[in-house]
């Protein structure tokens, strides 16, 4: 029963990671551009909630509703002014100046707002817990953050899937220079999917503040689980972003719970084995 | 007084890096007209599409459209214009179901007589196909895909690149078909093809390309195939 809960507990926070990795899937989906940035942008994404948080006495998931179209604004100038230059050829400069921005921001985070770690006060939610039975529980916060997590991935899809902004996604993901025949402007189409994932990204930063504490020097490790989710999944398959993102949790719990130093040890190796194994991961992208 | 030029080109080069692919090509489409553009494997005549609908360098003056200095910009500001392009090999979105590929066509916004409902009255078998992956038809359903998402945006010029290539004779006959029903509506279309017999037919003004210049230029039912011939192969 332990196990189960482990177990149980790894899948809720499978649902965080998958948030990390969507906004990351997004864009490669789109644009063919890796984002080295994406988790630092997670840790901006929660400090900006903390600033809100504090001078505007809201709680964390209010503040979203600046956080978000606040981080989406910057997605999208970001997107536009500085990253659409490095597109078009190689593959090395986007993860170049991605780099770049990545040590930007630790660095400006640290000049602000100190190497302290923080973190965001939900209030009762944190504590609040469903017993299933006396072994097995769930917390309101992972429950929640799960819904979230299915939510967004669900919100992607059918953006995708069923909006002309999804269709013009797909469309210029296929042929960029077919797309601007039809009258697409690959640079707003681009700033639009940078300005969805960075919505995401402060989806994200504000659960993972609230879940546990977090300083600027967090963000690379929260971009290697978003990759490693997507690699698992599949490539360009959202549902499968969550079940890789389900996956690894689900990998680190039991690495857990054999012995506490092997959490993320076991998610890595859980990473390479599906790697290795089948390289295009568990869902790739569906072939029409 | 024929009417003014919907398209005046003039004096217009392109390159490919260091290469030059066309030569001083000075051409004027009317309104509403069919216009032929023939050549050999490698005249130019994709490079001139291109160059129209946005896709190749141009210099601003050297293509008026509709009173506007449209050469050298982007593609998706010229299709908005009113200009596009059926490219060559048809381009269809793969992953965008055939109704998906006719609608992104409307991106550009211009208002006019052509909407989902008309091109699927054009080709009902899109219709019927409308919501399969546009990789699953066949390469003439694909052709009357590309035609159709082209019409799409409502142009004022339709470039056609090719739309026979790899067709049966039968379903290339189909596709010609329709073309005198849309130019009816208004719609000056350009037609570039290899089949120099079915370009003259199809026509009311031709011109030939060869190693990137303007060999011949005429009225099609005036030119005879030996000056075709002769402008084609350059003997
Ligand atoms: N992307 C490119 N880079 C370099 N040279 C090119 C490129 N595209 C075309 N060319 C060259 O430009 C010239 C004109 O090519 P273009 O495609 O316009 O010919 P075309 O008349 O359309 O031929 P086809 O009937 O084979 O389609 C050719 O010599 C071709 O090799
Ligand atoms: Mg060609």
């Known amino acids: ?288 | 007084m024929p009417d003014a030029p919907l398209l005046e080109i003039s004096r217009l080069d392109a390159f490919y890096g260091d290469f030059q692919a066309l030569f001083s090509v000075s051409l004027d489409i009317a309104p509403g007209e069919i216009f032929a553009i023939v050549g050999a494997n490698g005249a130019g005549k994709s490079t001139l599409l291109k160059s129209i609908a946005g896709q190749m360098p141009a210099p601003t003056e050297s293509i008026l459209f509709d009173g506007e200095k449209i050469g050298g910009r982007p593609a998706f500001s010229i299709v908005r214009q009113g200009v596009a392009l059926v490219p060559e090999g048809r381009r269809l979105f793969p992953s965008l179901s055939v109704e998906e590929n006719l609608l992104i066509g409307a991106q550009g916004g211009r208002k006019g007589e052509w909407n989902l409902r008309r091109v699927q009255e054009l080709f009902p078998v899109l219709a019927e196909r409308a919501r399969q992956p546009s990789a699953s038809l066949s390469g003439g359903q694909q052709q009357m895909v590309a035609i159709a998402r082209a019409l799409m945006s409502n142009p004022k010029l339709l470039l056609c690149d090719e739309i026979s290539l790899g067709l049966s004779p039968l379903v290339v006959r189909d596709i010609y078909a329709v073309l005198p029903a849309i130019a009816a509506g208004g719609v000056a279309i350009a037609i570039v093809e290899q089949d120099v017999a079915r370009a003259l037919a199809a026509s009311r003004r031709v011109v030939c390309l060869r190693e990137g210049r303007v060999v011949l230029a005429g009225l099609s039912h005036d030119v005879t195939r030996a000056e075709v011939a002769a402008a084609y192969f350059g003997v």
């Open chain 1, 1 to 288: 029963m332990e196990w189960a809960n482990s177990i149980l507990q790894g899948v809720l926070v499978g649902g965080l990671y998958a948030l990390f990795a969507a906004g990351l899937s997004l864009i490669f989906g789109v644009m063919r551009l890796v984002n080295i940035a994406h988790g630092d942008l997670i840790v901006l994404a929660a400090y900006l909630a903390l600033v809100a948080t504090q001078t505007l006495g809201v709680g964390p998931m209010t503040s979203l509703l600046l956080i978000a179209p606040l981080m989406a604004a910057i997605g999208y100038a970001l997107q536009r002014f500085l990253l659409n230059q490095t597109l078009g050829g190689d593959l090395l400069p986007p993860l170049l100046v991605t780099f770049g921005l990545s040590v930007i921001i630790q660095n400006g985070l640290l000049e602000i707002f100190t190497a302290n770690s923080r973190k965001l006060q939900a209030g009762d939610i944190e504590v609040a817990t469903w017993a299933i039975s006396d072994k097995l529980s769930i917390g309101a916060l992972p429950a929640l953050q799960f819904a979230v997590a299915v939510a967004v991935i669900g919100g992607l899809q059918w953006l995708f899937y069923r909006t002309a902004m999804g269709r013009a996604f797909r469309a210029t993901s296929d042929d960029p220079q077919t797309a601007q025949l039809v009258g697409l402007d690959n640079r707003h189409v681009f700033a639009l999917a940078m300005a969805l994932s960075l919505a995401i990204v402060a989806i994200a930063g504000v659960f993972l503040a609230v879940r546990a504490n977090f300083d600027p020097a967090i963000g690379p490790a929260r971009l290697i689980f978003g990759f490693e989710a997507v690699i698992i999944g599949g490539l360009g398959n959202l549902w499968g972003t969550l079940a890789g993102g389900v996956i690894l949790g689900v990998a680190q719990a039991i690495g857990a719970k054999i012995d506490p130093g092997w959490q993320l040890l076991a998610g890595h190796i859980a990473f390479l084995a599906v790697l290795a194994v089948r390289p295009e991961g568990f869902f790739p992208r569906v072939k029409h």
